[in-house]
């Protein structure tokens, strides 16, 4: 079992629409990072969470942290072509920062 | 260009061989990790280092793996007898360290794609 689990691990929707990702685990996160990656390519970053509750906007990108430091979620607004690829989360647990934990990730396709 | 490189992007090997990779980190990160990806997963943490130091490694790590950070700053992954479920994309990430803005945050080079016939 995986320490961080994401759902869904697929999505294919339509251009305009909204989308949820989700990033959960039973172990409490220092931090949590959310990258994207595109195939054949390293992840780039996208944000770094580090506050219980904190929410962070990234232009129509969403971001928040659980108050437990044990989950995060993404949301797209009005999601667009240019969004396609695979949403990985990662972090580093409270009692072993030196080490990150990625989720299987979720492969986001935007149909135009 | 500070971001993250690694060399080669691409490997073709057959069984047996040996392969070695680099990954150049961001000149002032002195954290650096190795990272193995396969098809439709999340990176997976292979070996950490501090500076020169490799400070952990996971199991996942065989004796056929080895990595090495000299001097500090530049670091290698070989392997050695490359079998086929050693293809992957082998991902190279550095981090700052002490207690900057975002401490936890690692960026990724592009990968190196190793592909085991």
């Known amino acids: 079992t995986q320490l961080l689990e994401q759902s869904p691990q697929f999505l294919s929707i339509q251009e305009g629409e909204n989308l949820t990702v989700y990033c959960n685990s039973s172990?409490?996160?220092?931090?949590l990072q959310w990258y994207r990656q595109e195939p054949g390519e390293g992840p780039v970053l996208l944000v770094t969470?580090?506050?219980?509750?904190e929410v962070k906007k990234l232009k129509r990108l969403t971001f928040q942290f659980g108050d437990a430091r044990k989950d995060s979620s993404l949301h797209i607004t009005a999601a667009q072509p240019g969004d396609t690829g695979l949403y990985l989360c990662?972090?580093?647990?409270?009692?072993?920062?030196?080490?990150?934990?990625f989720g299987s990730g979720t492969k986001l396709n935007v149909k135009p | 260009d500070t971001g993250v490189s690694q060399n080669p992007r691409h490997k073709i090997t057959k069984r047996g061989q040996n392969v070695t990779f680099r990954c150049d980190p961001i000149s002032e990160h002195n954290r650096l990790y190795w990272y193995r990806q396969t098809l439709g997963q999340g990176p997976e943490f292979l070996t950490y280092?501090?500076?020169?130091?490799?400070?952990?490694k996971s199991r996942l790590l065989s004796d056929r793996f080895s990595a090495e950070r000299p001097k500090g700053s530049f670091s290698t992954l070989e392997i050695q007898r490359t079998e086929q479920g050693d293809s992957a994309m082998y991902l190279c990430a550095s981090r700052p360290g002490g207690s900057g803005r975002f401490p936890d945050t690692q960026y990724f080079g592009p990968g190196t794609r190793l592909t085991v016939l």
């Open positions: 280092f501090q500076n020169e130091a490799q400070l952990e």
């Open positions: 172990s409490v996160f220092s931090s």
């Open positions: 969470v580090v506050t219980g509750g």
């Open positions: 990662a972090g580093a647990i409270k009692d072993n920062f030196n080490k990150f934990y």
